[in-house]
């Protein structure tokens, strides 16, 4: 499936083109940025665009008014038509996000359609009072999810993140998504703690996303300890055998990983477990730019993490431009090594502040080594030719079929 080759590159429009905080009734045509940026995304190795919301919403876009049409503050139809149009030119597949566990108490839908508490009052999504939760068991919801998603899939969009999809009960989807009609439709969606693989099987969903791994990543590099890592990576490696997780070391909903991690050089040593193991994995908009970004618990506490993005690649500040060629040079070894989607991972070394991990497929492997000890690391012999890592650094070695060929890539 064309999802195993996938690359997204995570843009949230109304951040991303500084769109306005409430919505209006004017059309404000602002879905045309986008299109300054999609080469841009194609330079930098990625072959998906994952919008975040771009439906009819009151303010953050996961307070959905209507789902049938494009936000205001973005657009209309047109604009958004003519951005599809011009990511399949470029080989972009597009990705839309659907909120359809709640809506915004504007939502014009009938009573029947919502959650509600024993005393009649309308549920909500975890204490949110003006996002109201729609109720599953309801023959009208299900229809009306699945008739959005078909609604979006013929107008050329090639996939769906589900969000809050964790609150949804999973045979929900398995009832709403439309696989006859779009069996090539790429379908995952978010949850954050559980039995990931059981809710990938009761529900139909293609992939979830890979929290777990995500926390393991920076909380292992911040700590030392990178037994927790390998403990992620062999929970990881057992989700291969019920489906291929997406992975992420930066979103919309989290700090920025240049600012999660306490020591900035080890933000290579992220992006290169990112993209040497197995997953379909996704870059959020500024980090391939080293953007610093602290998530907050406030009203407004988004907004630091979804900033707004300049007209055109060319107006980004210089000081970026080294952690954008390395997720280049990463994202190329992905490339040409697509297998690792799919591959197996095997730690062959292990100690708190240094780690061997070999990702294989066939004849074909990957060996990274990771170190974030004070002093250079020597790796065992028994990991490969003895090798030398230097202080709160890493490096790379790929390995290929033919005899003697391989390549190394290092910071």
């Known amino acids: 499936m064309w999802a195993d080759h996938a690359i997204w590159w995570q843009v949230y429009p109304l951040g991303f083109t500084g769109a306005e905080k409430t919505a209006g009734t004017t059309v404000v045509h602002r879905l045309p940025q986008l299109e300054n940026w999609l080469d841009y995304a194609v330079e930098l190795g990625c072959s998906g665009l994952l919008l975040g919301p771009v439906f009819a919403a009151e303010?953050?876009?996961y307070d959905t008014i209507d789902h049938f049409?494009?936000?205001p503050r973005l657009g209309d139809d047109a604009d958004f038509d003519r951005l599809v149009a011009a990511a399949h030119d470029r080989g972009l597949r597009i990705a839309l996000d659907g909120v359809f566990n709640h809506v915004a108490r504007s939502f014009n839908g009938p009573d029947e359609w919502f959650r509600h508490r024993p005393d009649g009052s309308l549920d909500n999504f975890e204490g949110h009072d003006h996002l109201v939760a729609l109720d599953h068991s309801r023959p009208e919801v299900a229809q009306y999810v699945s008739e959005v998603l078909s609604h979006w899939l013929e107008r050329g969009v090639d996939g769906w993140r589900l969000d809050a999809a964790y609150a949804v009960p999973p045979e929900f989807w398995q009832a709403v998504l439309p696989r006859e009609r779009f069996p090539e439709a790429w379908f995952f969606?978010?949850?954050?703690?559980g039995d990931y693989a059981d809710y990938v099987t009761r529900s139909g969903l293609d992939s979830v996303?890979?929290?777990e791994l995500w926390k393991a990543i920076w909380s292992s590099l911040n700590d030392g300890n990178f037994f927790e890592l390998a403990y992620a990576l062999?929970?990881?490696d057992a989700l291969l055998d019920t489906f291929v997780p997406q992975t992420f070391v930066g979103n919309h909903d989290v700090t920025r990983i240049a600012t999660k991690l306490d020591d900035e050089r080890h933000l290579g040593h992220a992006l290169a477990i990112l993209f040497t193991?197995?997953?379909?994995?996704?870059?959020?908009?500024?980090?391939e730019?080293?953007?610093?970004?602290?998530?907050?618990d406030r009203l407004g506490g988004d907004d630091a993490i979804r900033p707004e993005f300049p007209a055109t690649p060319a107006e980004l500040a210089p000081h970026g431009r080294a952690t954008y060629e390395l997720h280049q040079e990463l994202i190329g070894v992905r490339r040409q090594h697509?297998?690792?989607t799919r591959s197996r991972t095997k730690v062959e070394h292990l100690t708190n502040r240094a780690i061997a991990l070999r990702s294989a497929s066939g004849d074909e492997s990957v060996l990274l080594l990771l170190s974030v000890s004070d002093e250079a690391y020597d790796f065992p012999v028994e990991v490969g030719d003895q090798l030398t890592v230097p202080a709160h650094s890493w490096r790379l070695l790929t390995e290929r079929v033919t005899p003697g060929e391989g390549a190394a890539l290092s910071q």
């Open 277 to 287: 193991v197995a997953g379909v994995p996704s870059v959020y908009y500024g980090d």
């Open 189 to 193: 969606g978010e949850v954050i703690h």
């Open 338 to 340: 697509a297998w690792l």
């Open 59 to 61: 303010t953050h876009g």
């Open 289 to 296: 730019q080293a953007f610093r970004g602290l998530k907050e």
């Open 209 to 211: 996303t890979q929290y």
């Open 234 to 236: 062999e929970r990881h």
């Open 69 to 71: 049409r494009i936000d």
